[in-house]
């Protein structure tokens, strides 16, 4: 009955890690959809304020996202080899 009990735990355990590799995983994602879609309205708004200063701005945009892009891969990364290891 104890060998029962303890692998029952140990299987509870196992899925309950899985559970928040899954929940980690996507709250980084979602993270950084909402940062893009911000950095990208700004920089709209900027772009319609200043027609004249798009190129500038454009690079600006295309940097930052690639940043957060980077780093919400480096999130999900570390969430996979939690899953693993």
Known sequence: MLLVTMI??????????KAGVAIG?????IAAA????????STMESIARQPESAGNLRT??????GMIEG???????????????
């Open 34 to 41: 909402f940062g893009i879609g911000k950095i990208g309205k």
């Open 8 to 17: 029952l735990q140990a299987a509870a355990g196992a899925a309950l890690g």
């Open 71 to 85: 780093a919400a891969l480096f999130a999900i990364i570390v969430c996979l080899l939690a899953l693993v290891l």
């Open 25 to 29: 995983a996507a709250v980084a994602a």
């Open 60 to 65: 600006a945009m295309i940097i930052a996202a």
